[in-house]
């Protein structure tokens, strides 16, 4: 018994397809699961079965979705103003709608152009994004891709692109978080915060 | 759209029943599975119900096992050494199998007494332990709990059980790791590396 049996290994294995889980965490979560949450193991595997089968991609943003078109595009009223925001992740979309300050609509790019990853413009969905473009409906995109290096990069690819298509394109501000102290803020994000400040009126 | 739709997030909630995982990482784990990972969360879902379905507990220690003995109680050889190996979870047998130096039997706890938690002597299996101990076939019991309070007092109440029974109990030995630098171990340990010292042959 110097291993686990089949059906615990299987499992073991299966879990560390979850982000940030290794060998020994997956581990941990199979024996928890298998001797004091067993319900609860059992709801999770109806419960990814049921979002595999009903969660796809919205038809027009890219982000995961219910409906071919998600609630966002489906409302008549966020396409009038124009306004695209370019994120990266569907979680991005649920943190700007929580700032309750935009009103327009997003292009989620589910991931961000990464040339040593082999991730390129048609992975991120920019060929479709370019389509919008054309048709002449966006008149300004709001870039709010992580300030990473790899957002930063996507965020110029795009704003180039739109320049293309005469579109306005804006990057969102970085800068000293709010609430945040001076202190404990790392040196590139007051370096940002330097070169961004604005006049006291 | 201020929240996620119900397939996501219902499968966000249930992935909360995973030890160490709050809503955040939830949430990534979701839309990292239902984005990128597909295929791996469909063999999740399947590991998932093939574990609950296959693994039960060994009718002897009490350890996970897919049969009703497990390999190691099912082995006669490892009987003859009358040496019972007290552990909290399966993992432990793992990791004391590995050693290569132990040939007797285990006995797992699946847990510790924590009278705050309201776990008793009945939750971790004592009652089915006294009963072996009642056999006689037992002639020492090696208490490896944790080393923390809680697996402390584990120890020693078997302790105090097994000599009811004329059952020799020890504890493994706790103190400087091997390998590990006395300037970066915690005084707790260092302290029962002296108190435990040997004498030099």
Avoid: W
Avoid at 58 to 82: F, H, I, K, M, Y
Avoid at 102 to 126: E, T
Avoid at 146 to 167: C, K, S, V, W
């Amino acid at each position: 018994m110097k291993k686990f049996s089949p059906a615990i290994s299987a499992l073991i294995d299966a879990l560390r397809v979850l982000p940030g889980v290794g060998q020994k965490t997956a581990q941990r979560m199979a024996f928890q699961l298998l001797d004091r949450q067993r319900d609860g193991a059992a709801h999770l595997a109806v419960a990814l079965e049921s979002a595999l089968e009903r969660v796809g991609r919205c038809n027009t943003c890219r982000t995961l979705s219910e409906t071919p078109e998600c609630p966002v595009c489906a409302d008549p009223e966020r396409a009038s103003a124009g306004l695209l925001c370019i994120v990266e992740s569907p979680a991005d979309v649920i943190a700007v709608e929580q700032t309750g300050q935009f009103q327009g609509q997003y292009f989620v790019l589910m991931g961000r152009l990464s040339p040593l990853d082999g991730i390129g413009p048609a992975d991120i969905g920019l060929d479709r994004l370019e389509e919008r473009f054309q048709q002449g409906q966006v008149k300004e995109v709001i870039l709010a891709t992580n300030p990473t290096l790899e957002g930063d990069t996507t965020a110029h690819f795009i704003a180039d692109m739109a320049r293309r298509y005469q579109i306005q394109a804006s990057r969102i501000a970085h800068g000293v978080p709010v609430g945040g102290e001076l202190e404990y803020v790392d040196h590139t994000t007051l370096g940002h915060a330097f070169s961004g400040r604005k006049t006291v009126l």
